[in-house]
């Protein structure tokens, strides 16, 4: 099956074979640094044994330089076979070495092959490299805004079942715990969030897409998610290789892969919305209640392909429209550094945003924003092409909106003591209302 990616600012220096995208993971740059890769796996509290690498390598080695001289000595006999002066033993000889030679390369071939795929699959577990200027424990950058509190408060359980805004119980009898039917007025603020928060990123030159809800197990592993094992968050098609995606980022991220893109086409930016699957496995305990952990949800996503060097620039970018948004919402937020053990797979920097959540009286993460470097790049073969050839981009990833966490927070937020709730001022031409009210109110 052949792909040819049709995004008109991607070149294809020929079809690409989408099942022949392996990951390019730079084994002599991670041999090179092994104990600050150690340490960074460590840091990043991985379960990872990284002490086979150095055998390995020193086994692949030694079994390329092998076969180096076995492929020279059958050169020696091709060349003796063009000799006219051969008797017929001599060249009987000859082609009895050959086929001995051949065999003998063709196993340490098999034995090459096998050692490297023992090296990547160690190699393609470890984590990308830590930026050195993340804090070795979370940081509080800013808090904008003021926290609500009082006796009136009420949680965002409360508020909806009053407003009749969502419903919980049959969600859980149709499909299950943690789904949700989103109504009335609730259902109109999603769509309100979505159309309006995809408008406010687009405004900095990101192109807006619609995302599909699958994506191939390979794509996803490319972008540092397992799709499989006791503790994935990934919900896999069984009897297919295809999974449900947990953000937009991984559909986006496949969107550009084996892809070759113009230096002067980037930074390369999309906004995606998708519907979001995650099993949300071990997630327990009332904080994770209502609208606040789900197993589907909507969210809209920011994606930049970068140039290596202005990636750092791009990350700034995306943190600044999320404070934009947050603040154009009138929630009370603060943006967190985060630490090594707080970064995903993929993530080398990482900056999450977290609203005051007035009913659950604690800060809860609404966003982040993280720079990806080349690892995602690496894994999906997305390059740039520059003035000395192609090399490896740098994406980024970043939430606009994620849109169940947001109405908890719009709606813990704004409420008023007689159990209303005040429509951001944002959102209220796309409502329709300016207030959301108990349906005998109305």
Aim: proline share 5%; with cysteine; hydrophobic share 40%.
């Amino acid at each position: 099956m052949l792909r040819r990616c049709t995004h008109p600012l991607i070149c294809h220096a020929q079809q690409v074979r989408w099942f022949n995208i392996k990951p390019q993971i730079d084994l002599k740059h991670i041999l090179q640094r092994l104990p600050e890769v150690a340490k960074n796996v460590a840091a990043r509290n991985i379960d990872l044994d990284l002490s086979p690498l150095a055998a390995l390598h020193q086994q692949h080695a030694a079994v390329v330089n092998a076969a180096n001289d076995v492929r020279q000595q059958r050169n020696q006999v091709a060349a003796q076979m063009k000799s006219k002066d051969l008797s017929p033993d001599d060249r009987a000889s000859l082609v009895a070495q050959g086929r001995e030679l051949k065999a003998e390369l063709s196993t340490l071939d098999e034995e090459r092959t096998e050692l490297w795929d023992k090296l990547s699959e160690i190699a393609v577990q470890i984590p990308n490299f830590t930026d050195p200027t993340a804090p070795d424990e979370e940081q509080v950058v800013e808090i904008v805004g003021d926290q609500l509190e009082g006796p009136h408060v009420q949680g965002h359980e409360a508020l909806a079942a009053s407003l009749g805004l969502a419903d919980f119980e049959a969600a859980s009898r149709v499909v299950g715990s943690k789904f949700v039917y989103l109504r009335g007025a609730a259902a109109m603020l999603e769509l309100a969030l979505q159309h309006w928060a995809v408008q406010q990123v687009s405004k900095h030159g990101f192109e807006p897409i619609i995302t599909p809800d699958l994506a191939r197990s390979s794509v996803v592993e490319g972008c540092g998610f397992a799709p499989r094992g006791e503790h994935t968050q990934v919900y896999h098609i069984e009897g297919s290789d295809l999974c449900l995606v947990g953000t937009a980022e991984i559909a986006l991220a496949g969107l550009v892969s084996g892809g070759v893109i113009e230096q002067d086409a980037l930074p390369l930016k999309m906004v995606g919305l998708s519907h979001c699957f995650r099993t949300e496995a071990g997630a327990a305990g009332a904080a994770e209640r209502g609208l606040y952990r789900l197993h589907q949800f909507t969210k809209v996503e920011m994606f930049v392909v970068s140039e290596p060097h202005k990636s750092s620039d791009a990350l700034e970018e995306i943190v600044e429209i999320q404070r934009s948004i947050l603040q154009q919402l009138g929630l009370c937020f603060r943006v967190l550094d985060m630490p090594p053990h707080e970064l995903g797979a993929s993530a080398s920097r990482k900056f999450d945003m977290e609203a005051w959540m007035p009913g659950r009286a604690c800060w809860g993460e609404v966003s982040s924003a993280s720079n990806c470097t080349d690892y995602q790049a690496r894994r999906l073969g997305i390059k740039m092409k520059g003035p000395g050839g192609n090399m490896f981009a740098h994406t980024l990833n970043g939430t606009a909106v994620a849109i169940p966490r947001l109405i908890l927070s719009i709606l813990e937020t704004h409420q008023n003591p007689d159990g209303s709730v005040e429509v951001p001022e944002v959102l209220q031409p796309l409502m329709g209302i300016t207030r959301i009210e108990a349906p005998h109110k109305k």
